[in-house]
């Protein structure tokens, strides 16, 4: 992938939020982007991560954290969505610590 296409593609992280009574699970997850040159992607996400939380405001805290780390705009404080998708910019935290 050349720097030309990837800065102009559409990059999101997806999210499910589940309540249980006595707990609230958070799945993210960053779906590929295909380009041109890809017939399909290789798996339907480049990640997934799964958390459990005690409440549902310690899980929209972590959702709001996480998205804005990673180029999210106009993130809500509260009362997200069950599922959602985000757009976020390509590669946010490329840059910002030494190698």
């Not at 997934?48 to 809500?76: H, M, Q, W």
């Amino acid at each position: 992938m050349s720097v030309a296409y990837s800065l102009t593609g559409d990059y999101t992280i997806r999210y499910r939020l589940q309540i249980a009574p006595e707990q609230v699970k958070l799945q993210l997850w960053e779906p590929p982007v295909v380009t041109n040159q890809e017939s399909a992607p290789p798996a339907p996400y480049l990640y997934l991560a799964n958390f459990t939380f005690g409440t549902v405001t310690e899980a929209e805290a972590y959702l709001r954290n996480y998205l804005l780390k990673n180029g999210a705009f106009d993130v809500p404080e509260t009362n997200f969505p069950a599922e959602g998708e985000v757009a976020i910019l390509p590669y946010p935290t490329w840059g910002r610590d030494p190698l």
